[in-house]
Nanobody, 125 residues
Framework: QVQLVESGGGLVQAGGSLTLTCTTS????????FGWFRRETGQERKFVAA????????YYAAAVKGRFTASRDNTKNTQHLQMDKLKPEDSGVYYC??????????????????WGQGTQVTVSS
């Protein structure tokens, strides 16, 4: 059974940092790329960051580039999102997701086949 579980969300002041972790099980972790998405109330999920299957290539939305860092640990079947210099507009529910093998658009939610339950991030001004 494929499972992805996010942790590490919380309340932080603007300018602060949080690290999200996605713990996975039920499949061969090293075979897949992963992504992070954010959903604000009443809106669709938006791409935040992604990392390829081996961890050598990362992708970021323009709004977070230079502040967020996506990484993965293939020995622990986990991926992480380090978020620095947080802004109020970074608030939302953050989801990790497993990308389909062969997917070409890492920013599209439809290219991801399994999702975690999400973790809330709130950045106060």
């Amino acid at each position: 059974q494929v499972q992805l579980v996010e942790s590490g969300g919380g309340l932080v002041q603007a300018g602060g940092s949080l690290t999200l972790t996605c713990t996975t099980s039920g499949f061969t972790f090293n075979n897949y790329g992963f992504g992070w998405f954010r959903r604000e109330t009443g809106q669709e999920r938006k791409f935040v960051a992604a990392v390829n299957w081996i961890g050598t290539t990362t992708y970021y939305a323009a709004a977070v580039k230079g502040r967020f860092t996506a990484s993965r640990d293939n020995t622990k079947n986990t991926q992480h999102l380090q978020m620095d210099k947080l802004k109020p507009e970074d608030s939302g529910v953050y989801y990790c997701a497993r990308r389909r093998i062969g997917a070409t658009d890492y920013t599209a939610p439809g290219e991801y086949e399994y999702w975690g339950q999400g973790t809330q991030v709130t950045v106060s001004s």
